[in-house]
């Protein structure tokens, strides 16, 4: 299985992030798993942000504050990740996974 994160590297404060995995090896579709979102800031921990599951069910951080909308386009065994509002705060990697897969990750930078 394989999980491979893509989109922009640099977005402006206030627009919206979005993000794209795609999954090979695997459906998204499959019961067995949940797809995840993390993100880890510059010289911070990991944050989950969110989850969709197999039904398309999703759940999100509380701190998100409703700026997170998760979806997914299972013509493209994909899910993706929309942040709305961005600040410089939301500046770090940004992961794909599931329980046993992670994707390699993906540097967001938000600047003007």
């Known amino acids: 299985m394989r999980l491979q994160e893509s989109g922009p590297g640099l977005v402006k404060p206030s627009q919206t992030l979005s993000l794209a995995c795609t999954v090979s090896?695997?459906?998204?579709?499959?019961?067995?798993?949940?797809w995840h979102w993390i993100r880890q800031p510059p010289g911070k921990g990991l944050e989950h942000l969110g989850t969709?599951?197999?039904?398309?069910?999703?759940t999100s951080s509380p701190s998100l504050k409703g700026r997170i909308t998760i979806s997914r386009d299972t013509s493209k065994n994909q899910f993706a990740l929309h942040l709305s509002s961005v600040t410089p705060e939301d500046t770090a990697v940004y992961y794909c996974a599931n329980d046993v897969s992670w994707g390699q990750g993906t540097q967001v930078t938000v600047s003007s």
């Open positions: 969709i599951d197999s039904s398309g069910s999703t």
């Open positions: 090896g695997e459906s998204i579709t499959t019961n067995n798993y949940w």
